[in-house]
């Protein structure tokens, strides 16, 4: 059973940064897709980016394309979402997910964390 715990949400201005983290264990599969997922008060839960924990293959939303980066830290068991240049409406909760393949849909993720707030302000 896949466990993800997610750290770094906070408050932040319009145009700053930061830095999210997902710690992931009982990882056991080289081809798992870790996702990063957001959702706003009322909202639906949007696709942010995801990386293949194997080949490192990184996928964005074109909202975010440019300003926010995906990786990973083998060794660490981590994923990390650096995201620059925030504006409000990327306000949400921010949750990282775990499934085989990489998808764009929440629906292809099995296991999730409890998520982060992030708060942009203007």
């Known amino acids: 059973q896949v466990q993800l715990v997610e750290s770094g949400g906070g408050l932040v201005q319009a145009g700053g940064s930061l830095r999210l983290s997902c710690a992931i264990s009982?990882?056991?599969?080289?081809?798992?897709?870790i996702g990063w997922f957001r959702q706003a008060p009322g909202k639906e839960r949007d696709f942010v980016a995801a990386?293949?924990?194997?080949?490192?293959?990184?996928y964005y939303a074109d909202s975010v394309k440019g300003r926010f980066t995906i990786s990973r830290d083998i060794p660490k068991n981590t994923v990390t979402l650096q995201m620059n240049s925030l504006k409000p409406e990327n306000t949400a909760v921010y949750y990282c997910?775990?499934?085989?393949?990489?998808?764009?849909?929440?629906?292809?993720?099995?296991?999730w964390g409890q998520g982060t707030q992030v708060t942009v302000s203007s």
């Open positions: 997910a775990a499934g085989l393949v990489v998808g764009y849909s929440p629906s292809a993720y099995g296991s």
């Open positions: 990386i293949n924990w194997g080949s490192g293959s990184v």
């Open positions: 009982g990882l056991t599969f080289n081809s798992i897709a």
